[in-house]
């Protein structure tokens, strides 16, 4: 097989599937719908063109419960079919729900788009890629790997949507013997909670800073920790902290450390978070106590929360931490639609104060402190213009997190820089893989990846170039270019998932290095887009975000969401 095929378009007409392929010598193939079992139904493709009656796939009877995909085959070679960007986009528009038996059940067809590679792990006889002329082109992935996956489900009404049924979520007995056990497990933890909370005694004067995904303090929670200090708050407030690592540590541990959580958050009035909190999915506060998110990031086109809600990793409806927030503090009032979205939260509930880690970020006289320590540290950089290549990880968890090299062609960084600029690496903290900078390079190339605080060093940076980050939020307050460099821009839109694309960055947005190398010697950087972004994050209140924090949720004592 050495055409690619590619469904271009698909469209609903009733119980019609209609799909539109592209491809060399079309006829010349057999198609299948299959999935990872092994089951497979042929299907008619004429002039490019395939009807799916959902009904009758197989023949009489409707297609299980499961994820299919679409196969070609050719001279007794398999591979599946791949989907267009254009078409990928189309997807989230073609899910249907058919209602049946006094709409008492449904049957569900959805539409994601996959990676080939995940797709075929395990499975036997299928390439992943039909070849091509170029045997390295397939090696490239992204485009090439974005395959179109239909979920099929038949579903049933549930009368009790506030409970989860573990015997529809288990594959098999031990699975839902493990469920179980976690269900009880939990169960335990909230009631010790409770009882702890009840002997615990309450003076409105406590307050608990705390991360369960990072040590030491930091960012948002840090800075609120030095205000209150700054004001003397420390001496009528008894301020406690807890920092850990729980999402990476083994559920033994994790018990463990929540053995002393569960004794710190039963006596706090308020307590403050600046990311995911697992712990509260299993404990439920007492009224009387208020949670309070100080988000760690800024915001960024990644989805997370609720944002991804129906994609995998996605929070339950009810189960989530996120819904147990009183508060989330976010950069300026034109976010709190997005973090509406992202915590499902009531919008009244999302404070516009900006970011506490800010607060007299901007100041000149800090910013020349760190300009002077940095190049005391660094003096042979004084007299350059630093490039700062900061983009996010790939993977999706912590431990896979990775960022392919190979997309930074060191050479041509090379003879980018020239006499005039340095190209430094500052990757994301989860990418355990050291930048190998060829000897050659050096001079012109470094790895600042274990520097610091990127934040301050934006301080010296002259260009940003990163992809989907958040850092973007910080970094725009310098009024500096930023270049969106995301060769698998489409691949991971479409798989990972973001509240919005890159077409809405305020910056120039390339997909080829060579695009990069051209923004930064044309000196066409699109800093009109900038603008607006900044209006949007900022607000320009004039006041330091700890001392809202501070005066609102401390002082005045501001009500909390559960008391209604």
């Not at 549930?158 to 179980?180: M, P, Y």
């Not at 960012?219 to 003397?232: F, I, P, Q, V």
């Not at 976010?330 to 997005?338: A, D, E, R, S």
């Not at 990127?454 to 940076?461: M, P």
Request: neutral net charge; aromatic residues 12%; contains cysteine.
């Amino acid at each position: 097989m050495r055409d690619n095929i590619v469904i271009t378009d698909m469209r609903w007409h009733n119980i019609y599937l209609n799909i539109t392929m592209q491809g060399a010598d079309l006829e010349q193939y057999e198609y299948f719908i299959w999935n990872r079992k092994g089951e497979r139904y042929p299907l008619e493709v004429k002039d490019g063109r395939c009807t799916l009656n959902i009904v009758n796939i197989p023949e009489t009877e409707l297609l299980r419960n499961g994820k299919w995909y679409f196969l070609a085959r050719r001279e007794g070679r398999e591979a599946l079919i791949h989907i267009s960007a254009g078409c990928g986009y189309q997807l989230a528009d073609l899910d249907r729900i058919y209602r049946y038996g006094s709409e008492k059940y449904a049957y569900i067809i959805s539409f994601s788009v996959k990676d080939a590679r995940e797709v075929l792990a395990g499975a036997e006889g299928i390439a992943r890629t039909p070849e091509t002329e170029d045997a390295g082109e397939a090696e490239k992935g992204y485009q090439e790997d974005m395959v179109c996956c239909m979920h099929t489900s038949y579903m049933m009404e549930n009368r009790r949507n506030d409970r989860r049924n573990i015997l529809v979520e288990s594959k098999n007995l031990l699975q839902l013997c493990k469920k179980a056990m976690f269900i009880v497990l939990k169960r335990m933890i909230n009631l010790a909670y409770q009882v702890l909370a009840l002997l615990r005694r309450r003076n409105g004067k406590r307050i608990l800073l705390m991360s369960e995904t990072r040590t030491p303090i930091g960012g948002n929670l840090l800075a609120l920790d030095r205000r209150l200090k700054e004001r003397g708050l420390d001496k009528t407030y008894q301020i406690s902290y807890s920092f850990s690592k729980t999402l990476q540590q083994s559920r033994w541990k994790t018990l463990l450390a929540w053995s002393r959580l569960l004794w710190l958050t039963a006596g706090q009035d308020i307590i403050f978070v600046d990311d995911y909190v697992p712990i509260f999915k299993t404990i439920h506060l007492r009224k009387d106590t208020r949670l309070v998110q100080l988000w760690h990031a800024g915001v960024g086109f990644k989805s997370v929360g609720y944002s991804r809600f129906g994609r995998p990793g996605s929070p339950h409806p009810t189960d989530s931490c996120h819904r147990r927030y009183d508060y989330a503090v976010v950069g300026g009032k034109g976010l709190t639609g997005v973090y509406e979205e992202v915590f499902g939260i009531p919008e009244d509930h999302i404070l516009p104060y900006g970011l506490a880690r800010l607060d007299g970020y901007m100041e000149p006289e800090r910013i020349q402190a760190y300009r002077e320590a940095f190049y005391q540290k660094h003096p042979e950089l004084r007299e350059k213009k630093l490039i700062l290549f900061a983009p996010t990880y790939r993977g999706k968890t912590q431990d896979e997190a990775y960022y392919p090299q190979e997309w930074v062609p060191q050479e041509e960084v090379f003879r980018l820089c020239g006499s005039e600029y340095v190209f430094c690496y500052k990757m994301h903290p989860f990418i355990k893989e050291k930048v190998h900078i060829d000897e050659k390079y050096r001079g012109r190339l470094c790895d600042f990846s274990d520097e610091g605080d990127i934040n301050d060093l934006f301080y010296v940076t002259d260009i940003l170039i990163t992809d989907f980050s958040s850092n973007i939020y910080e970094f725009s307050l310098q009024r500096k270019p930023i270049i969106f460099y995301a060769p698998d821009k489409d691949y991971y839109q479409l798989t990972r998932g973001v509240h919005r694309t890159l077409d809405e960055a305020p910056g120039v947005v390339c997909t080829e290095f060579a695009q990069v190398v051209d923004a930064i010697r044309q000196e066409k950087f699109e800093m009109e887009k900038l603008d607006g972004f900044v209006r949007e994050s900022f607000d320009g209140q004039g006041r330091y975000a700890s001392d809202l924090l501070i005066d609102s949720l401390i002082l005045n004592q501001r009500e909390g969401r559960r008391e209604i």
